[in-house]
């Protein structure tokens, strides 16, 4: 089983609409979560830090669920802007698969927003 | 204040050859990690450093690949003998401390022709 698992998409969604994004881990010693987004042949930027009890930031929800081992993204109203590949993003707090705490990144799910 | 710097953006090499990325971490920060990205990848773990310590190199191939963070100046990936397989997108991050996320450079695109 990979560390982390994402739907790598592509999703192609209109001007306007919600989509999610989901993303599976599998070392459930995993202690910090991350959604970074990263453009066409640019760095990956963080988009926000995921917190147990959830937190938003504008049009982006981010939630995760421990018990599940499962952490999801929701952006409303999405804008051309946002179109991007999405990268879910682990670190362990202990040494798992040699990583020692680094961030452990998914493939990323690939976001289309057209007008 | 300058963000992490990473040159050069891009790197032509014949196989064989040998290619070298900087990577100056931001300001403050004693952290530097190096990724690399093969193209429709995610990006992979090669090794974290502090300066003068590699502290994680397990994500490193174990032949031709190095790399240093001295006590002055950039940190330093070194491909030794690079073959066509190493072409990819070598980010460079920095951060603060371990409890935080990274900051990344923009990244050296390597090419082994």
Redesign the interface.
């Known amino acids: 089983r990979k560390e982390v698992e994402q739907d790598p998409g592509p999703f192609n969604v209109p001007e306007g609409a919600t989509v999610a994004f989901n993303c599976t881990y599998s070392n459930s010693a995993s202690q910090s979560f991350f959604w970074y987004r990263q453009d066409c042949r640019k760095e990956p930027k963080l988009l926000m830090s995921v917190y147990s009890s959830g937190n938003e930031d504008g049009r982006f929800t981010a939630q995760l669920n421990r018990a599940s081992q499962y952490i999801s993204l929701l952006i409303r109203d999405s804008k051309l802007s946002d179109s991007a590949t999405y990268l879910c993003v682990v670190k362990s707090s202990s040494n798992y698969g040699g990583s020692q705490g680094n961030l452990i990144f998914g493939k990323g799910t690939k976001l289309s927003v057209k007008p | 204040n300058a963000g992490v710097m990473q040159n050069p953006r891009h790197l032509v090499r014949r196989r064989g050859q040998e290619a070298r990325l900087r990577c100056s971490p931001m300001k403050g920060h004693s952290h530097v990690?190096w990724?690399r990205q093969l193209p429709e990848?995610?990006?992979?773990?090669m090794v974290?450093l502090q300066k003068e310590n590699i502290?994680?190199e397990?994500?490193m191939p174990k032949e031709r690949f190095s790399a240093e963070f001295p006590k002055e100046g950039p940190s330093i990936l070194r491909i030794q003998q690079v073959v066509r397989g190493d072409s990819a997108?070598y980010?460079c991050?920095s951060s603060p401390d371990?409890?935080?996320?990274?900051?990344?450079?923009?990244?050296t695109?390597l090419t082994v022709v």
């Open positions: 990690y990724y990848e995610g990006l992979k773990f974290y502290i994680d397990s994500g997108a980010f991050a371990r409890t935080n996320g990274y900051t990344f450079g923009s990244g695109r």
